[in-house]
């Protein structure tokens, strides 16, 4: 692989593809395995996009890997939960396209390239009480990787959020996290743990960060690790999409921007479009986020948008019927010590724990804490139309707090002091100090304490059925000794509370494409050799967060589909 520091005036290649993130370099992989001269553009200065972020998680049914934890899954399954969770809100076909094709996406990769998977022992789809879900075998989890591997190239992946490390750099994921708590109860959490930081102290000598990526980092180090062996790819960092193709007709060129130089590009099979969505545009987030401030948004800076505008202008149009324009979580914000504002997703270390509870202004609850974080993202904007609930407050007692931490505060219950004093963190002595503190409703956050606790007694939660389902259960505390896993007493002072902010986490609704993942112009008939993967393309879930993953997977299967098709419409 070349990178490109400076663009010639002009160049020619089999494929382009817009945007370095997850889905884009899985194109230009595939691309690249197939043979294709292939140029890699990013518009900002590193690889990985919001997928380098991520939990790194590709909900893909059907693989090789789902046997070895779920050998009853079928792929008639996955339909028949995809068509009741998702209904009308998105193509059927496009959904059958990526359940026709994952698996041997899957398969070619880890056969030909330096991804590899391993399936979560149990990760259920979120909708966990429709027909056809399943508790594990479809979300697959990429192996921890070695970034030394990398050399030079190790700079090129985009660092991970600084709030998800631990001592100065060290990425970590469920596996790590659940052995470092418990590594003084067990010699396997002892040794796992111990080896995991005399790691990361040899890499600190060498390098900025940890070397031993894990999660999204992991998916994105192993992609880039598979492009750097192919000598038909070139990757051209902080450079911009300028012009697609002429005004009218198939799309053979762009003009590209690198260092103030315009660069066209002759383009023989296809423009894969993968720059991530509208999510950072400001006139569609006016349009299509309504309230949703960009400041509580957890993603990439690169997702700018301009790629979608161009596509436009080409003809392409956005697809319809979704059920939300976006993917959703609640977020808390803190500002760090550079001015920058730390962006942390709730997605399941805490809010759905026993002794937490989300209460509004009027200190009363209006969600269910174990939903989904889409689903809980939602219920804040709805709840918000008839009662101050944005920003929400997440509220435990002291007891939750040192077991489980609170968004960026730590397990332990200690170190809180700086969180107390940037009002990060709110405590107080009782109910009352605590509400007063974040201007709530007193009675109303004690009365509502006071009802969850008494459903902690029964294991029961009447108004919203916090713990009925296997997805809430399963990101709850089964060893906490309560009837229920996610139901807790709220009885040990102090009293804590964080703000949350509904966040929106990557874009759902995007270009209409058919399940070659051709764009689609407004005659609804494709766009010769313009394509569109991950958050540029319409979800195919159609705005409903129905599994883990479900936004790298397709993403990675439809890179495929694209690339396969542009090489073809390359050799024809």
Request: glycine share 12%.
């Amino acid at each position: 692989m070349e990178v490109l520091t400076t663009l010639p005036a002009t160049a020619g290649y089999d494929v382009v593809v817009i945007g370095a993130g997850g889905a884009g370099m899985s194109a230009a992989l595939f691309a690249a395995m197939d043979g294709a001269r292939v140029l890699l553009v990013e518009h900002t200065q590193y690889v990985g996009g919001t997928t380098a972020w991520s939990a790194g998680t590709t909900w893909v049914p059907g693989t090789h890997h789902a046997a070895k934890v779920n050998p009853a899954d079928t792929l008639q399954a996955a339909r028949t939960y995809l068509d009741a969770a998702i209904g009308n809100h998105a193509a059927p076909a496009m959904r059958q396209a990526f359940l026709d094709h994952g698996a041997a996406a899957v398969k070619r990769l880890e056969a030909q390239s330096d991804l590899q998977y391993r399936p979560y022992p149990k990760h259920p789809d979120y909708i966990s009480d429709l027909p056809g879900s399943t508790l594990n075998g479809r979300a697959l989890e990429p192996l921890p990787f070695d970034g030394r591997l990398l050399g030079d190239l190790f700079g090129l992946i985009r660092p991970p959020i600084p709030e998800f490390t631990v001592l100065g750099g060290m990425m970590v994921d469920r596996t790590d996290i659940n052995h470092l708590l418990g590594m003084t109860g067990s010699w396997a959490s002892f040794q796992h743990s111990v080896r995991i930081i005399l790691r990361h102290a040899a890499d600190r000598l060498r390098y900025p960060r940890g070397t031993r990526l894990v999660m999204g980092n992991a998916l994105i180090a192993r992609l880039l690790y598979s492009l750097s062996k192919r000598p038909n790819v070139t990757l051209a960092l902080n450079t911009s999409l300028e012009q697609l193709g002429d005004a009218d007709g198939p799309v053979h060129s762009v003009v590209l921007r690198q260092n103030g130089k315009l660069c066209t590009v002759q383009v023989k099979g296809g423009v894969v479009l993968a720059s991530g969505g509208f999510n950072r545009n400001a006139a569609e987030r006016q349009k299509r986020l309504p309230g949703g401030n960009e400041a509580w948004c957890p993603g990439a800076p690169g997702h700018t948008g301009v790629a979608l505008e161009l596509a436009r202008q080409h003809g392409a149009h956005f697809a319809t019927g979704g059920k939300s324009d976006a993917f959703w979580a609640p977020v808390s914000l803190r500002k760090r010590a550079d001015g920058s504002t730390a962006v942390f997703p709730h997605f399941v270390m805490d809010r759905a724990k026993p002794g937490f509870i989300t209460v509004n202004q009027a200190g009363k609850r209006f969600v269910n804490e174990s939903t989904s974080y889409h689903l809980f993202g939602l219920a804040m904007q709805e709840a918000h139309k008839t009662s101050p609930s944005v920003p929400a407050y997440l509220v435990c007692d002291a007891e939750a707090l040192r077991k489980y931490g609170v968004g960026m505060v730590r397990p332990g219950g200690k170190g809180l002091a700086p969180f107390l004093a940037d009002g990060y963190l709110t405590e107080g002595a009782t109910l009352e100090e605590l509400a007063a503190k974040l201007g709530v409703d007193a009675q109303g956050l004690v009365a509502s304490v006071q009802q969850i606790n008494r459903y902690a007694e029964t294991g029961v939660d009447p108004d919203f059925g916090r713990g009925v389902t296997a997805y809430q259960q399963n990101i709850g505390d089964a060893t906490a000794g309560h009837k229920n896993p996610n139901l807790g007493p709220i009885a040990t002072a102090p009293f804590y509370a964080v703000k949350l902010y509904p966040g929106d986490i990557g874009a759902s609704t995007g270009l209409a494409t058919d399940t070659q993942a051709q764009v689609l112009g407004d005659d609804d008939q494709p766009i010769g050799g313009l394509y569109a993967v991950g958050n540029d393309m319409h979800s195919i879930m159609g705005g409903v967060y129905t599994a883990p993953g479900i936004t790298i997977g397709p993403g990675l299967v439809f890179g495929c589909i694209a690339a396969q098709h542009a090489v073809a419409r390359a050799r024809s």
